[in-house]
């Protein structure tokens, strides 16, 4: 598959973005506005006005890589709008892509192995 690779942090804008910017333009944003280095490994994730639609920014180690998701039907699960950012897991970012709700979605209970005596 195509994208960003499983296990990465995962940072999303909560305000709009005006979506006529590229990644460049974006990698600015996320240098100036969240003081974040765009070229860190971090998958940053923004958001059009309107909720159908999704732009995710991140460095694969030879490029910035820009993708762009439009709902076909239904829109994304967004937190509140306020400035500043909040964090996902891998998972949540999977289930955001999908147009599922992420708040749903908890990283699995580990259980120690048990010791064998022998």
Do not use: N
Not at 29 to 42: E, K, M, N, T
Not at 85 to 101: F, H, I, K, P, Y
Request: glycine share 10%.
């Amino acid at each position: 598959m195509i994208g960003p690779a499983t296990g990465s942090r995962v940072m999303v804008a909560t305000r709009p973005i005006d979506f006529r910017k590229g990644a460049d333009s974006l990698a600015m944003l996320v240098a100036s506005q969240f003081r974040a280095d765009p070229y860190s490994g971090v998958i940053f994730v923004f958001r059009a006005k309107r909720a159908d639609r999704i732009k995710v920014l991140w460095w694969d180690g030879t490029g910035l890589c820009l993708m762009i998701k439009k709902l076909e039907a239904g829109g994304f699960c967004w937190p509140a709008v306020h400035d500043g950012v909040m964090r996902l897991t891998a998972a949540q970012l999977g289930a955001l892509l999908e147009g599922l709700d992420w708040r749903r979605v908890h990283q699995t209970r580990r259980t120690q192995v048990p010791h064998v005596a022998g």
